[in-house]
């Protein structure tokens, strides 16, 4: 449990530790209802707490006001306040209340609005709102990178096909002289274009998931890295291969009408 109303009547002595607290100074699981000295006072302790994403704040270790006002000072001197917030409110309405708190405390002891460091307020809302923002220019810079991968691979494809129906120019020909129509040799030159274009593109997904699993298994440990887990949602796998699907035969027109314009005369006479 978290400190409570009967700990701040009756000034218990009881503490909540930090989880990074718990495993500096107990190596077994059971915690709760043991003591830690702090300062020659044996404290109790009743809970432990989590925060995922800032490791300096496990490492802190909350008593009951009153608790440590008679033991150390007896006085009223609060020099930090800690507020909590239903998230549902959204983050913008999270940053303006975190405005109007830090208009009313300068307020009620008289200080400048305009004075930046008189009162310091540190609002997760805000950082919350700065990470948002970086990650979504990273999505568009790795938007654009994956598009220009994608057009670099649907680029180098057809270049490949153009070169293949260069090679293959004799064989077109005779196939155009035992009566194969022009739909016909299109259809197949666009055909291979989308079946090199589909099996790079599981290729590149079985490649892309075996990274990501690498990473995964590199950071699973790592509370201070940003990215852990990584994954790519299954609809934007399915969309980027459907799009490299389209584009390569779009592309494949090129190559296949190269080949329909051979004329069967000057193909049979390719050496």
């Known amino acids: ?115 930046q460091r008189a009162v310091r307020l540190r609002n997760r809302a805000t950082e919350a709102n700065q990470i948002n923002q970086f990650n979504a220019v990273l999505a568009i810079l790795v938007l654009i990178i994956g598009l220009g991968t994608l057009i670099a691979g649907i680029v180098g494809i057809s270049n490949i096909m153009i070169f293949i129906v260069k090679e293959r120019t004799k064989e077109i020909g005779i196939r155009r002289a035992l009566g194969a129509t022009p739909a016909e040799v299109r259809s197949q030159i666009i055909l291979e274009s989308v079946f090199l274009t589909i099996l790079a593109g599981v290729i590149g997904i079985i490649l892309g998931a075996l990274v990501l699993y690498g990473i995964n298994a590199a950071t699973m440990d790592q509370t201070d890295f940003p990215y852990t887990n990584p994954t790519v949602p299954i609809p934007y796998v399915l969309g980027a291969l459907g799009l490299m699907i389209l584009l390569g035969t779009l592309i494949g027109i090129i190559p296949a009408q190269r080949a329909v314009s051979i004329k069967p005369i000057d193909a049979l006479r390719e050496e």
């Not at 909540?16 to 607290?21: D, T």
């Not at 709760?32 to 006072?41: A, H, S, V, W």
């Not at 704040?57 to 008679?70: D, F, G, S």
């Open 1 to 115: 449990r978290f400190i409570n109303q009967r700990d701040l009547q009756q000034s218990t002595k009881v503490i909540v530790i930090g989880r990074l607290v718990k495993e500096d100074l107990f190596k077994t699981q059971k915690v709760i209802g043991e003591y830690i000295d702090l300062n020659n006072i044996q404290y109790k302790v009743v809970g432990v707490y989590q925060d995922i994403g800032d490791d300096n704040e496990e490492r802190i270790i909350y008593m009951p006001l009153t608790t440590a006002q008679r033991i150390y000072g007896n006085n009223d001197y609060i020099d930090q306040i800690n507020l909590t917030y239903n998230l549902n409110m959204g983050l913008d309405n999270a940053i303006a209340l975190g405005t109007n708190i830090e208009k009313r405390i300068k307020k009620i002891f008289n200080i400048e609005p305009s004075d």
